[in-house]
């Protein structure tokens, strides 16, 4: 997997200041696209000793986000990131749905849905796109239950907001 560049962002993810890595080789070219560059197999291979390089050169953050990317290989580098930090960390996906290979006990956000032009992005209460804060509760026993809480209304910018 590979990453075109980074950006320091603070409206990815509700109330982080997330790293945001763009990873390149999309498969789902959405017309309308605000990325078409990231269609591209191009960039650097995001190996762990990248991931922790880019990590370290960026003072501040609460998360790390994940901005594209195959499930498989964004499961190894957030699982990396659950271990070796005390971060969050975040994924953006054109996928439809929660795949089921997802670790999601390595997630805090994770946004969901490919983008149409007609539906808007994120912050258009018509779209189809989602974003899902992951929270954990310990049941006993050491086992842990985990549920995606839908808080795409947090993106919208009039009226609407829970």
């Known amino acids: 997997m590979k990453y075109l560049n980074t950006m320091i962002t603070f409206s990815e993810f509700p109330d982080e200041i997330a790293l945001c890595i ?3 080789n999309c498969p789902f070219h959405c017309p309308g696209c605000h990325s078409p ?3 591209e197999d ?5 190996t762990k000793e990248e991931l ?3 990590i370290e050169h960026s003072r501040g953050i609460t998360c790390v986000g994940f901005m ?6 964004v499961n190894k580098l957030a699982n990396f990131i659950r271990l070796h930090t005390n971060l969050k960390v975040g994924w953006y996906t054109g996928l439809p749905d929660l795949p089921k290979e997802l670790e999601i006990w390595n997630y805090d956000y994770i946004k969901i849905g490919p983008y149409i032009k ?16 992951i929270e954990q509760k310990y049941v006993g026993n050491s086992q842990y239950d985990f549920k995606a809480i839908d808080i795409t209304y947090k ?3 009039h009226g609407n907001n829970k």
């Open 155 to 157: 993106f919208w910018k």
């Open 52 to 54: 922790s390089n880019l």
């Open 68 to 73: 594209g990317g195959n499930v498989e290989e």
């Open 118 to 133: 007609e539906k808007g992005s994120l912050d258009n209460p018509n779209t189809n796109q989602r974003m899902f804060k």
């Open 37 to 39: 560059e990231l269609w």
């Open 22 to 24: 763009n990873i390149t």
């Open 42 to 46: 191009i960039g650097t291979e995001l």
